[in-house]
């Protein structure tokens, strides 16, 4: 079963970086699209961004295009999130999503495998 850890999360001022990691246990890392989500109090699941097996093709939410970077290193069988110019409105739990499939996708319905979320909360 596939299993995902996130970590680097934290608290940081206004304008700093945090760079987020997802290891993932499974087999199956180097033919899963991976895609980070971000969940703030009281409001839904968002996309943020989502990287294609071969790490070539990325997408991003518009909230985030431009500060945050997703890469990632199948031999590592790890994704990254690296996060710039935060702002207070980036807060939330952030989770990394594995999607068994060659298709990148935006919606969180379409991703199989979850993790547990990491905290980042970032003030003004």
């Known amino acids: 079963q596939v299993q995902l850890v996130e970590s680097g999360g934290g608290l940081v001022q206004a304008g700093g970086s945090l760079r987020l990691s997802c290891a993932n246990s499974g087999r199956t890392f180097s033919v899963s699209v991976m895609g980070w989500f971000r969940q703030a109090p009281g409001k839904e699941r968002e996309f943020v961004a989502t990287i294609s097996r071969n790490g070539i093709g990325t997408y991003y939410a518009d909230s985030v295009k431009g500060r945050f970077t997703i890469s990632r290193d199948n031999a590592k069988t790890t994704v990254y999130l690296q996060m710039n110019n935060l702002k207070p409105e980036d807060t939330a739990v952030y989770y990394c999503?594995?999607?068994?499939?060659?298709?990148?996708?935006?919606?969180?319905?379409?991703?199989?495998?979850w993790g547990q979320g990491t905290q980042v909360t970032v003030s003004s």
């Open positions: 999503a594995a999607r068994l499939s060659a298709q990148l996708a935006n919606t969180p319905q379409l991703y199989e495998q």
